[in-house]
């Protein structure tokens, strides 16, 4: 009767595991930073040195318990995650902005007039760095390609069939937008100061 009460309290336990497995998705981290790197980096061009990246800490006040299950069941799913980003949508808003880039923004990237902000967009941080002449063109270039950006964050969570991980996709492209930035290039720090790489 004992081993009965104990196989039945273990398979409830595996029973409940289970359904956490299956009603947790975990946003598979590992998986977007390697995706948006390869994006950024097709973008961007010429691969700009990188730093390393640091090691992910635990959210603080998690048990021990809790973050050990947490790490199990995470790891699970890490191992089959992947973040699509080869579908006609996302390549071709990578052509256009790869294009952009090229054409008209590197410019003023590279003088300091334009910096990738904290939230993965472009921003005039310098408008007096842009001849008069040129400054609506370059408002326009930095609005079409916050457009694309807003877009491109939009179509991959879709197209991983998980429009809720937007913003996650967002933060994680915003780091390596900044990761990718050249030496002398503007970015804002967590405080919203804009820093030279």
């Keep these: 009767m004992r081993k009965l009460v104990a196989w ?5 336990l595996f029973a409940l595991l289970g359904a956490c497995v299956t009603i947790n998705v975990y946003f598979p981290e590992a998986a977007a930073q390697k995706a ?16 390393p990246n640091p090691a992910p800490q635990p959210p603080p006040g998690k ?48 003088s300091g007039a334009v910096g990738f902000t ?3 967009l472009l921003a005039v941080r310098d408008a007096a760095a842009v001849p008069l002449p040129e400054r609506a063109a370059v408002n326009a270039a930095v609005a079409d390609e916050n457009r694309d950006r807003q877009a491109v964050y939009r179509e991959i969570a879709l197209a991983n069939g998980h429009p809720e991980w937007e913003g996650q996709i967002r933060d994680t492209f915003a780091r390596q937008w900044i990761q990718h930035a050249r030496p002398g290039w503007y970015y804002q720090d967590a405080s919203g100061a804009w820093r030279p790489k």
């Design 63 to 110: 048990a021990p318990g809790a973050m050990l299950l947490d790490f199990l069941i995470a790891s699970a799913y890490a191992q089959s995650a992947d973040i699509t980003i080869q579908t006609p949508q996302v390549q071709a808003i990578q052509a256009r902005m790869q294009q952009r880039f090229a054409g008209s923004l590197s410019k003023y990237v590279d």
């Design 36 to 51: 948006a790197e390869q994006f950024v980096d097709k973008v961007l061009g010429e691969k700009a040195k990188e730093q």
């Design 118 to 120: 904290r939230d993965g």
């Design 8 to 12: 039945t309290a273990l398979a409830g």
